[in-house]
């Protein structure tokens, strides 16, 4: 079952400079939130939402990992990702 998708949230400082060193558009951590492949959760109030996204030339295929706060109003995205060891974090279905 594919979670519920995260529609109202802000992008911490933080995370903005991480998702620019880290080569990461706003438009995928939307992609992200919007239909997130699955969510795990971290700790109370925050979790980890992921999907798994084709990108760059040539195209290869990431995981991003979008990591918010969602004990608060609007949620908030703390950092995010992506990273190429998708079998490092990818969760099976029981």
């Known amino acids: 079952m594919k979670p519920d998708p995260v529609a109202d949230y802000v992008i911490s400082e933080h995370a903005r400079f ?6 990461l558009t706003e438009d995928a951590v939307r992609l992200v939130l919007s239909s997130p492949e699955q969510r795990i959760d971290i700790r109370p109030g925050r979790v980890v939402f992921q999907s798994r996204i084709t990108m760059d030339e040539p195209a290869k295929t990431y995981l991003v990992r979008v990591l918010v706060d969602i004990d608060r109003e609007p949620a908030e ?5 992506r990273t ?9 279905e029981p």
């Open 84 to 92: 190429s060891k998708i079998s490092k974090y990818w969760r099976e």
């Open 18 to 23: 991480e998702m620019n060193r880290r080569g």
């Open 77 to 81: 995205v703390v950092t995010a990702y």
